[in-house]
């Protein structure tokens, strides 16, 4: 009988200890399901639907990847075809805007002439860059060339005015506006042909 009453004088305790055990059990549980939410958003994950805002970069073809802004460009592929490290999308990703380029391009048409960009681009850019497909065209090869060679391959410059526009940019980066005014570019045309020929010179186009 005393046995009895001794075992039942602990249930209370056993109650209270197996109490805290299972609440104890269920805290690390939910961190540990936290903390594998929390990792979730830094992978690359499958979405039928649309790319979640951690992952807004949805890989081309029908694999349905989407993968996060930072894994672009970052030297390792998480795209099946590896568009994720793309040359000419990376080398996009550093210039400005194609559709800003193109505008910048046509501004300066409608401001001074048809034959403007002659003096950039060599005699294929006359008649408001025509043969050379537009100033669209002219704009995403800007975007999307790598470098000088690279741009002068996908409009199929001559040699001479790829030299040319070499010139101009060394002019531009070494700051000599007098080379660029004896190529016929005048003051008010300086500022903003400086700016323009500025950012492609800092994104590599003259390597």
């Known amino acids: ?56 970069f949805r890989c081309p073809g029908n694999s349905l990847i989407c993968i996060s802004i930072q894994y672009l460009c970052d030297g390792a592929p998480d795209c099946p075809d590896g568009y994720d490290e793309d040359t000419s999308l990376c080398t ?13 391009l046509q501004s300066l048409l409608t401001n ?16 408001a860059l025509a043969p050379l497909g537009g100033s669209h065209q002219v704009a995403v090869a800007l975007s999307e060339s790598e470098t000088l060679d690279d741009f002068a391959s996908a409009l199929h410059l001559m040699k001479s005015d790829k030299e040319h526009l070499r010139n101009i940019l060394i002019a531009v980066e070494s700051g000599d ?5 004896s ?21 590599g186009f003259m390597d």
């Not at 009453?5 to 602990?10: F, W």
């Not at 001074?112 to 008649?127: I, T, V």
């Not at 400086?194 to 950012?199: G, N, Q, R, T, V």
């Open 183 to 203: 190529m016929g570019i005048r003051d008010s045309e300086l500022t903003d042909l400086k700016l323009f020929l500025d950012k492609l010179v800092q994104t």
């Open 92 to 104: 996009a990703a550093k210039r400005p805007p194609v559709e800003e380029t193109a505008n910048f």
């Open 1 to 56: 009988m005393n046995c009895v009453l001794l075992r039942a004088s602990h249930i209370p305790i056993l109650v209270f200890v197996f109490f805290g055990l299972a609440r104890g059990a269920y805290l690390v549980d939910f961190s540990n399901m936290m903390q594998h939410r929390n990792n979730l958003a830094n992978v690359k994950r499958d979405d039928p639907e649309r790319c979640h805002p951690t992952q807004p």
């Open 177 to 181: 506006l007098g080379l660029l005014k």
């Open 112 to 127: 001074h002439g048809p034959n403007y960009l002659e003096k950039l681009f060599g005699k294929k850019a006359r008649d």
